[in-house]
């Protein structure tokens, strides 16, 4: 075989290419497993020693300048595409809008509850802080006082992340931020943390994903009654309901003790549900006085006490705004958000008591 002419043919048919699809076509007739210079290749073996090395080494120059040639001409080709779909696509933005498709943007109602609480909680003292999504096994669970037969820790809660070295998660409340604090910060501490968790858990009233605030303060002589007086402030704030009752449970939390369940009374009329009226109860939060564990497993060596609560932001969003699947909030339905979502020129309500 004349192998210089087979050379010339193979790059003069890299460059007569025109579309990703015929450069793909020769690379198959050249290189691929019964190409053309494939089977050269193979022959080598049974080629006398300088025969070998002069073919093998031509063949090989052939080979690299071949996929150079190729990446260029594949890299101006896909680059006359892109130019060719712009010319096509080209939009003049001097042109006026289309007020028949204008739609107003919104503000997703789980970041304008955010925004509430941010306001309201930083407005009562407390400071924004944050933490990773995914989280270790000791700030998740250990320093929480949670232990290792916890119902919590098995699969079908958790979000567990293969590591050979160490056990992480995708994690399960926004707790962990609170050891963080207590790690790092000097006391006293008041802090509040909002943000995304995870749970092996899906209905109308669950979702794999969804968004927690914690709050913690931490000093000398916090007592329960500054919990209480707190978490009613914060409620009949963030729901504008003066008239708004409370009902603090006996409640177990492993890293709270003692522990209680926050319930707010409301009414139901013709399916509706109004807040601050009638007799009837509805769990809202958790909260508590810190576990002397927590302390100890965050370092803190000084005598102090302090309370922690956490909620669920669409939970709250719900409530106060009526949405009955919180499904619907990671449905990207451009309709239910423009029903429930809100202006961005609305101001958020920064007062408190």
């Known amino acids: 075989m004349n192998h210089n002419q087979l050379i010339q043919s193979a790059l003069n048919e890299v460059e007569r290419s025109n579309s990703i699809e015929d450069l793909e076509l020769v690379r198959v007739k050249y290189f691929g497993k019964n190409g053309l210079i494939t089977q050269e290749l193979k022959t080598l073996s049974s080629l006398d020693t300088d025969k070998r090395k002069e073919l093998g080494a031509k063949l090989n120059n052939l080979k ?73 096994d000791f700030h998740n669970f250990s320093a929480l006082n949670i232990p290792k037969n916890h119902p919590a820790r098995q699969m079908h809660d958790t979000f567990y992340i293969k590591n050979e070295e160490e056990s992480y998660v995708m994690r399960t409340h926004t707790s962990p931020v609170q050891i963080r604090s207590l790690k790092k910060m000097p006391l006293p501490l008041r802090i509040f943390a909002p943000g995304r968790t995870y749970r092996c858990d899906s209905d109308i009233t669950h979702t794999p994903m969804f968004h927690q605030v914690e709050g913690l303060v931490v000093d000398e002589e916090i007592t329960f009654a500054n919990l209480k007086w ?102 990207s339905d451009l309709k239910w958000l423009e029903h429930y979502g809100f202006s961005f020129l609305e101001e958020t309500d920064l007062s408190w008591r």
Not at 294 to 301: A, L, N, Q
Not at 302 to 328: C, H, N, Q, S, W
């Open 64 to 136: 690299k300048n071949f996929f150079s040639s190729l990446e260029d001409r594949k890299n101006k080709i896909e680059s006359s595409e892109i130019n060719l779909r712009l010319r096509k696509d080209f939009l003049d933005s001097t042109l006026p809008a289309r007020e028949n498709n204008l739609l107003e943007a919104k503000i997703h109602p789980i970041n304008q509850t955010i925004n509430e609480i941010v306001s309201i909680l930083g407005g009562m003292g407390l400071m924004y802080e944050e933490g990773p999504d995914i989280e270790d």
């Open 230 to 331: 707190f978490i009613d402030i914060f409620c009949k704030t963030f729901f504008k309901k003066e008239n708004l009752k409370l009902r603090f449970r006996p409640s177990y939390f492993p890293f709270t003790e003692p522990s209680a369940e926050v319930d707010i009374n409301y009414t139901n009329e013709s399916g509706k549900i109004i807040l601050g009226e009638g007799t009837k109860w509805m769990e809202i939060l958790g909260c508590g006085m810190v576990h002397p564990e927590v302390f100890k497993m965050s370092g803190i060596k000084k005598k102090v006490t302090g309370f922690a609560f956490g909620m669920g932001i669409e939970r709250l969003a719900m409530l106060k705004y009526g949405m009955p699947d919180l499904r619907d909030f990671f449905d």
